[in-house]
């Protein structure tokens, strides 16, 4: 494992790379997590023969921020950030993995550009995410903090309060089962830098301004050509598992659905091995 940079169009972004196979294995970390949780499944993919990337997502550690504006903190900047990596990287038909906000990038490129993705694993938050919200009331009450974070000023130092307690309390509350002492602390280290706090939160406010204007029909999201597993944590405590019930409907291409027993949220992190070969064996 070793960390490089990679300078595209856009951005430079800090990265965590292992192996040197012939086949290229983009991996995208979401909220509040860095690279460094993909590490176990990095190092299965290349034994199996690929190369492995893994970035720091915009704003996150080392790799560039832009501007703190919401709209550059978008879905469709993300997607693009995704785009620009892939085009620098020059990979034919990659394996492109993403969990929670890197899932939620991962379907912004698939739906904007499926040519460039050759498997897609999608996990934790499913492309259909804004229908959950609507479909299963309890998805509101455990996306609370979403709302929370709506709010300049008072959201930042709530998360950097008492040494990012926040965090854990999010951890436990989404993967209950799992023990992330040496793994949250990581983390801690990657929200310390730079304006991680403030770029991180300018997701939610971003995906706010984009959704709330919107009647959910006008999100529904259908017809994606790309072959995708789609991975749920059976005990994930912030995306309920009944929300990825009826995702498969959201492709056109091979959809499968796989649901990881004794994992929350972090099913990557906590199960790592039980992730890797499920998707090893999508990838065939």
């Known amino acids: 494992m070793e960390k490089t940079r990679i300078q595209t169009q856009t951005l430079e972004f800090e990265a965590l790379r292992a192996g040197d196979g012939d086949r290229l294995a983009l991996l995208l970390h979401g909220f509040p997590d860095d690279p460094r949780g993909f590490e176990p499944v990095m190092e299965r993919l290349a034994d199996a023969g690929y ?9 996150y550690g080392a790799t560039d921020t832009p501007p703190l504006e919401p709209s550059n903190y978008s879905v469709t900047a993300l997607g693009g950030d995704v785009i620009a990596l892939l085009n620098t990287l020059d990979a034919d038909d990659p394996l492109v993995i993403g969990h929670d906000w890197g899932a939620v990038a991962l379907t912004a490129v698939c739906r904007l550009d499926p040519s460039l993705v050759g498997e897609a694993v999608v996990a934790a938050v499913p492309p259909d995410f804004v229908e959950a919200l ?33 965090i854990e309390r999010l951890w436990s509350t989404w993967s209950p089962n799992w023990d992330y002492a040496e793994r949250v602390e990581e983390v801690k280290e990657t929200f310390r830098e730079s304006e991680t706090v403030e770029a991180s939160l300018l997701y939610y406010r971003s995906f706010f301004d984009e959704i709330l204007p919107k009647p959910v029909g006008s999100m529904r999201i259908r017809g994606i050509d790309v072959p995708t597993l789609l991975v749920a944590g059976r005990d994930d405590g912030c995306v309920t598992v009944s929300a990825f ?22 099913m990557h992190a906590e199960k790592p091995d039980v992730f890797a070969d499920r998707v090893l064996e999508f990838v065939g």
């Not at 309890?138 to 307690?165: C, H, I, K």
């Not at 056109?252 to 949220?265: I, Q, S």
């Open 51 to 59: 190369t492995a990337v893994a970035p720091y997502e915009r704003g």
């Open 134 to 166: 609507d479909d299963h009331p309890s998805q509101a009450l455990r996306s609370w903090y979403m709302t929370f974070f709506q709010v300049p000023g008072l959201a930042e130092e709530s998360l950097r309060a008492n040494d990012f307690a926040l």
């Open 245 to 266: 019930e009826d995702s498969t409907r959201c492709y056109d291409a091979h959809a499968e659905l796989e649901t990881v027993g004794g994992a929350g949220h972090f």
